[in-house]
C-alpha cells in the first residue's frame, strides 16, 4: 500500500506563484525506488502529466509547464514539491500526486494516487 497526500492548493492571481506539497507513506513505498509526478486534469479536459521525478534526481516536464514550473523532492524522498510561477488562467485545474515503481508507468498511467488538490488561477 502506498498512499499519497496532497496539499497546499488554493487560488492565485494571474503572475503569480503557488507551492504544492505531496506526502508519500505506506509499507510499500521505497523511497528510493518509486518515481514520482504531478498530473492535472482542468474541467472537461483529460488528465495530463505535467513534471516527473526519477528517483536518481532527473526530471522532466511537460511543454504546457517547463520554465515556469519546479518539480523536487526531501532528501528522505517521501516529500514531493512542485512550484508554480508565473501561472496563468489556463493552469487552472485539479493537481495530483502520482507515484510508480516504475518509470514508463510513471509517465502514462501510475500505480498511486493522491486524492488531488484544486488550483485555482484568476486573471
Known amino acids: 500500500q502506498v498512499q499519497l497526500v496532497e496539499s497546499g492548493g488554493g487560488s492565485v492571481q494571474a503572475g503569480g506563484s503557488l507551492t504544492l506539497s505531496c506526502e508519500a507513506s505506506g509499507p510499500d513505498f521505497i523511497s528510493g525506488g518509486f518515481y514520482m509526478a504531478w498530473f492535472r486534469q482542468a474541467p472537461g479536459q483529460e488528465r495530463e502529466g505535467i513534471a516527473f521525478s526519477q528517483s536518481g534526481g532527473g526530471t522532466l516536464y511537460s511543454d504546457s509547464v517547463k520554465g515556469r514550473f519546479t518539480i523536487s523532492r526531501d532528501s528522505a524522498k517521501r516529500t514531493l514539491l512542485l512550484q508554480m510561477h508565473s501561472v496563468k488562467p489556463e493552469d487552472t485545474a485539479i493537481y495530483y500526486c502520482?507515484?510508480?515503481?516504475?518509470?514508463?508507468?510513471?509517465?502514462?498511467?501510475?500505480?498511486?494516487w493522491g486524492q488531488g488538490t484544486q488550483v485555482t488561477v484568476s486573471s
Open positions: 502520482a507515484a510508480s515503481p516504475l518509470w514508463y508507468r510513471c509517465q502514462r498511467n501510475p500505480n498511486y
